[in-house]
Structures are given as structure tokens and as C-alpha cells.
């Protein structure tokens, strides 16, 4: 887990200004947040914590515009056979299909950190770096550009009810299972057009939230992020978390605690939780079955699942402990 995309330094906490921009009007909450900050005392909150009210306004935002990557994903996959479809369009479309890594494949250390690296959480970095790659907010950004420039002046259509839930730091993860596509090979251009702009603004309103949990917090860091994956109902997602506690010294950087976790949803499975634990090169890991069937199948696999993940594996029926949930973030926006 080394390495310049882990490191902690001043580049992320830059990025924000960035990638809050994609953020409907935060422009003008920032500008009111800096009028703030000019004419509060020297003692006051805002003027100490001044970027603090437009993170929280830009969080709140995407939280009310983000859904699951997994409609987006089922309508790409219609739309790309969709006769009349403009070339940058097309062309957008195809690169964004050929991120999901299939579910059945070999998994390994490197498919995770691959799929990490292309997850879209360090954009804004590598473009301030000046080496841009290919990763998931890149080819979302690619494709609301092409739509932007096809899809014609008429009404937005209504936003989605989310699909789930917003990306919060120590919540619950929800794998996405693949779901049916809303585009069909009898819908129209334009309308077709609209549906996939609808779906790729509650895309980026998502990865904007992992992005702003993944922030350095107290003595703790912690990465949040999501990859697709190709099963034969389609295109499911997995939700990752990936947390180091950094307290001690730093003498001690071998034996401080590193925490994985990852959500997902594929069948015949269903919801499957794991939960990876490692401490002085001790690992081991606990995995949640929902499904009474999933649980079966996996212990049918015990040692299989012991050797990938290198650790003693508990197998455990039902989902993980609910964590209390963080403070101050969400009011139940997906209601």
C-alpha cells in the first residue's frame, strides 16, 4: 500500500477547489464562504475554518444530486448499440465500458490496486501533477462533455430516486447489483441522450462524495471508492474502504493497523460483506453472506478464500455490525 497515489500530502486537500466545481453553484457558495471569512472576527469559527462551510455545502449538494453507478452503467450498455449516436458520444461510451473488470476473473492484489488507481478518488491530483491517466471521473467528464454538446435545449429530465446510499466515511458499504437498463433499443436519440447526461451528473455527484471521504481525518486515513465489475446480469459495483490509523510514531509504520473492507452484490451470491484486518504482518478476515444460499456456497470455498486473502477466514451469516453513524454529514437525503 505505498507509493505516491497513497501519500498523504497537501495535493488532495488542493484538488478540493477542483472538484468541488462540479458541483452546481458551489462557485457562489465559495464567494460567500470568502465575504464570510473577510468580515468575521478573528475569533470567530468561520474565519479559523473558513473552507469548512463550502465543503459542507458541497457535500450537502452532491449528496441531494448522487445515485449508483450500476443504472448508469446498464444504460451505457443499450445506448452503444442505439443506431444514430453521435461519434464522441459512441467513442465516450466505449471508454467508460471498458473499465469494469469481470467478477469471474483472477482476482488479486494488483486487480484491486488497478481498479484503486483507476477509481477516479486522485483525478484532480494528477491532472495538478500534470499526469493525467485513465480513470473512471475522467471518462465520466469526457462523456457529460460529448452529451453537453449533442442533447438538445428541452426540459432536464427528473432526477433518479437514489439508488444508494451517499458515501459516508465508517458507514455501511452497499455493493450495487446490476440492475435493468432504462434505454432500450426502441428509445429514441435524444431522449436517450437525456437519460445517460441525468445518470452521468448523479455519477460525479458520487465520486465527488468519495473524494470528500477520503480526506486525511485526525490520525486516520481512509480511502473510499467504487469499481465496476462484469457479470453475466450485467454490470455490478463494489464499494471499497481502505483505512490506516497513523497514530504513534513513526518508527512504529510497520505495525500500524490497516483496515479493507468491500461491498458487493453479484448472483448467485447476493450481498457479500469482507472485511480484511492486518497488524504487525498478522492478517485476517471476516466475510458477511446475507443470503443463506451465499453463505453455502462460500463455505463450500473456505480454503479457496483463506489462500486470496492470505489470512484465517471467518465466515459469519447476515451483514456486518451497524457502526454508529458519523455525525453531521447527512439527514436522510435518500429518502
Do not use: C, Y
Request: glycine share 6%; aromatic share 4%; no cysteine.
Amino acid at each position: 500500500m505505498s507509493g505516491a497515489p497513497l501519500s498523504r500530502t497537501s495535493s488532495l486537500d488542493n484538488a478540493l477547489r477542483a472538484l468541488v466545481s462540479n458541483v452546481t453553484q458551489v462557485e457562489a457558495q465559495a464567494a460567500a464562504a470568502a465575504a464570510i471569512e473577510r468580515s468575521a472576527p478573528a475569533s470567530s469559527p468561520q474565519a479559523s475554518d473558513p473552507a469548512k462551510a463550502l465543503l459542507d455545502a458541497a457535500r450537502a449538494q452532491a449528496a441531494a444530486r448522487q445515485g449508483g453507478l450500476a443504472p448508469l452503467f446498464a444504460n451505457l450498455t443499450q445506448a452503444r448499440a442505439l443506431a444514430g449516436l453521435p461519434a464522441e458520444v459512441r467513442a465516450a461510451i466505449q471508454q467508460l465500458l471498458a473499465l469494469p473488470t469481470p467478477a469471474a476473473g483472477d482476482w488479486s492484489a494488483q486487480t484491486v490496486r488497478q481498479a484503486f488507481l483507476r477509481s477516479g478518488l486522485f483525478h484532480e491530483v494528477r491532472l495538478a501533477q500534470a499526469a493525467p491517466t485513465p480513470d473512471l471521473k475522467a471518462a465520466l467528464l469526457v462523456l457529460k462533455q460529448a452529451l453537453a454538446e449533442n442533447i438538445a435545449q428541452q426540459p432536464r429530465l427528473s432526477p433518479r430516486s437514489a439508488t444508494a446510499p451517499p458515501p459516508t466515511r465508517d458507514a455501511a458499504l452497499a455493493g450495487q447489483p446490476a440492475v435493468e437498463a432504462e434505454i432500450t433499443r426502441d428509445t429514441e436519440r435524444q431522449p436517450a441522450l437525456q437519460i445517460l447526461g441525468r445518470d452521468v451528473e448523479h455519477a460525479l455527484a458520487r465520486q465527488v462524495l468519495h473524494q470528500m471521504a477520503s480526506l486525511p481525518e485526525g490520525a486516520k486515513s481512509a480511502w473510499m471508492f467504487e469499481f465496476p465489475l462484469v457479470t453475466p446480469q450485467g454490470v455490478a459495483i463494489a464499494q471499497f474502504e481502505i483505512e490506516q490509523d497513523h497514530g504513534g510514531s513513526q518508527s512504529a509504520e510497520a505495525a500500524r493497523p490497516w483496515r479493507a473492507r468491500v461491498s458487493l452484490d453479484v448472483e448467485p451470491l447476493g450481498p457479500v460483506h469482507a472485511e480484511l484486518f492486518l497488524k504487525d504482518g498478522v492478517a485476517s478476515a471476516t466475510i458477511w453472506a446475507e443470503r443463506e444460499t451465499g453463505l453455502s456456497q462460500l463455505r463450500d470455498h473456505i480454503a479457496e478464500l483463506a489462500g486470496a486473502f492470505a489470512a484465517p477466514v471467518t465466515l459469519r451469516s447476515g451483514a456486518p455490525p451497524a457502526r454508529p453513524p458519523p455525525g453531521g454529514q447527512f439527514v436522510s437525503i435518500t429518502s
